[in-house]
């Protein structure tokens, strides 16, 4: 998706080991709503997420669905996941992937990528779209590798249960598994669909960690999480995670990068790399989405 204008969410700090809560803005784009969760004025990224997005739930009539036009990317590795709907994406690789619930769209910007997202193949029916999508930065020196992108069908990833929590390994380790998922730094996301009553205990390697409450609450080390809020955790080396209710939760993580510039689709260690990218787009030097021929202009040019 587009980075689009949207007030930055709110930060409560805290001294315990939930560190800061983050309440991110509501976004009506039209169509749908999206909750920016990341960057957050005092959490600019947690470990390579610098981007975080909660998408839906949204529901459209017949001929309505969501319509991203053409847009580029540098710097990062763009993550979409679905709970409910469809999105078909296209890119200047050629590429025509749909995406479904459970599975994973990696699509590796580098030094640049094009890409759309459209309606899929219920386009022409009552449908859905709920779901995630998040962005990682590069390490530095691979900012400006080739791009790439990786269809990981829902069946690939790692399932388990754990006291009455049902895991989903999107990227990374956890638990004695290992996502297929290709990383480009140390990473984790995982998917917890969380059971009324349910008590598990995770354990954490990463140096940085969050927990997003999409849907339902949960209580954190004895601290109640709703619904729309990150708890951003102080360290240590694992989490106590309760409920009385369902809950859909998603854990992310990682080890830092060091920081990152972004101006709209962008992110870089560099400004003046920045810069180029946006010469680039203006001046059309970007490659084009074979079969979809619109596009967004740069902001400051709309």
């Known amino acids: ?16 080991h939930i560190r800061l809560r983050i309440e991110p803005r509501e976004k009506d784009l039209g169509e ?16 390579p997420f610098v981007f975080f997005d909660h998408m839906g739930p949204a529901e459209f009539p017949p001929g309505k669905g969501i319509d991203v ?13 679905l709970f409910e709907g469809e999105i078909l994406h296209r890119d200047s690789l050629g590429v025509v992937q749909p995406i479904h619930p459970g599975a994973i769209n ?20 009552q449908s859905k779209l709920h779901g995630i999508q998040s962005w990682i930065a590069l390490p530095a020196e691979q900012q400006e590798i080739a791009p ?21 390994l999107i990227m990374g380790k956890l638990a004695g598994h290992e996502s297929p998922v ?10 917890l669909n969380v059971d009324a009553a349910a008590e598990t205990r995770i354990a954490l390697q990463e140096q940085e960690h969050a927990l997003y409450v999409a849907e339902g ?7 109640v999480v709703p619904a729309g809020v990150m708890a951003v955790l102080e360290g240590g080396d694992e ?64």
Not at 69 to 81: D, E, L, N, S, V
Request: negative net charge.
């Open 182 to 191: 290709k990383t480009y730094s140390r990473t984790l996301y995982v998917d």
């Open 106 to 125: 990696l699509m590796t910007a580098g030094h640049g990528i094009v890409h759309s997202e459209r309606p899929g193949s219920d386009l022409d029916e």
């Open 32 to 47: 749908f709503s999206v909750r920016r969760v990341l960057p957050a004025a005092r959490q600019r990224m947690i470990g």
């Open 239 to 302: 989490v106590m995670l309760t409920a009385s209710e369902a809950a859909r939760v998603l854990l992310i993580g990682g080890d830092p990068l060091g920081e990152r510039h972004m101006y709209w689709n962008f992110v870089s260690n560099s400004l003046e790399r920045i810069d180029k990218a946006k010469v680039d787009w203006r001046e059309g030097n970007f490659p084009g989405v074979p079969g979809d021929d619109e596009f967004i202009p740069l902001p400051e040019d709309a």
């Open 69 to 81: 036009r053409p847009h580029p990317h540098i710097g990062i590795a763009t993550i979409t996941y």
């Open 217 to 223: 609450s949960v209580v954190l080390d004895g601290e």
């Open 148 to 168: 790439d992108f990786t269809h990981y069908p829902a069946a690939d990833l790692p399932q388990w249960e754990d006291g009455g929590v049902s895991f989903r």
């Open 1 to 16: 998706m587009s980075f689009f204008s949207c007030e930055e969410a709110e930060c409560r700090e805290q001294d315990s």
